[in-house]
């Protein structure tokens, strides 16, 4: 099926310190999505973004947190400073649309952050 | 307040046997239920959805039943395999409401040989 890649795998860092977190969605998707997942508990949302836009954002969704995928590179995550609370695995995924059968999420294997 | 709810935690059963994994949702505008399934440190990946138009669907081993009266939703695996272990994730959102899926805690199944 299709891939989303995600880059690094895992990352450890200095708390305080700024952490960017790379994602290369399917290559003709619209819609790119963070989600974050605690050691044993469920994915959350993060935040989705389309046409260079960020469309909706919980409140896990930090002012610390931004998004952009500057010329339809990378999508990013960057944390700017992390905190301890951060460490997690933060998962990539993309839909090529929101409704009807085009809207299947597939997600990335993930981003193993943990600070310290 | 967990909008989407799945039981039981864990689940163990035998090679050959069928489990149930069961989920609940809150909110009425949910018209699309994705469930997913994650291997320990890998992707979760999509196995297989419904969507409210009918009150069943079927792939191969993996079923889905669903009671839009109850706000109720099942996954049945039939002839369960060693190879099915893993934690399955109920998954809910609104195509015209907020963009995003609303994950269950999940479903720890283990299929002993």
């Known amino acids: 099926g299709p891939k989303v890649l995600q880059i690094p795998s895992h990352q450890i860092i200095d708390m305080g310190q700024m952490v960017t977190l790379n994602c290369d969605p399917v290559s003709n998707h619209l819609y790119f999505y963070w989600y974050k997942q605690i050691l044993g508990q469920q994915m959350e949302f993060l935040v989705n973004f389309y046409n260079g836009k960020v469309m909706e954002k919980s409140k896990l969704f930090k002012d610390q947190f931004s998004v952009e995928r500057p010329d339809g590179s990378y999508f990013t995550l960057k944390i700017q400073p992390t905190a301890l609370e951060d460490s997690a695995v933060y998962f990539c995924a993309s839909s090529l649309g929101r409704t009807g059968n085009q809207d299947t999420q597939y997600f990335g294997p993930g981003t193993r952050l943990l600070v310290l | 307040q967990q909008q989407v709810r799945q039981s039981p935690q864990s689940l163990t059963v035998w090679e050959g046997e069928t489990a149930i994994l069961n989920c609940s949702y809150e909110d009425s505008t949910f018209d699309y239920f994705p469930w997913y399934w994650q291997f320990p440190r890998e992707s979760p990946a999509l196995l297989i959805a419904i969507r409210p138009v009918s009150n069943k669907k079927e792939d191969g081993r993996f079923t889905i039943f669903f009671n839009k009266r109850e706000k109720k939703l099942s996954l049945h695996i039939t002839d369960s395999q060693p190879g099915d272990s893993a934690t399955y994730f109920c998954?809910?959102?609104?195509?015209?409401?907020?963009?995003?899926?609303?994950f269950g805690s999940g479903t720890q199944l283990t299929v002993m040989p």
């Open positions: 998954a809910a959102s609104a195509s015209s409401g907020s963009w995003q899926l609303i």
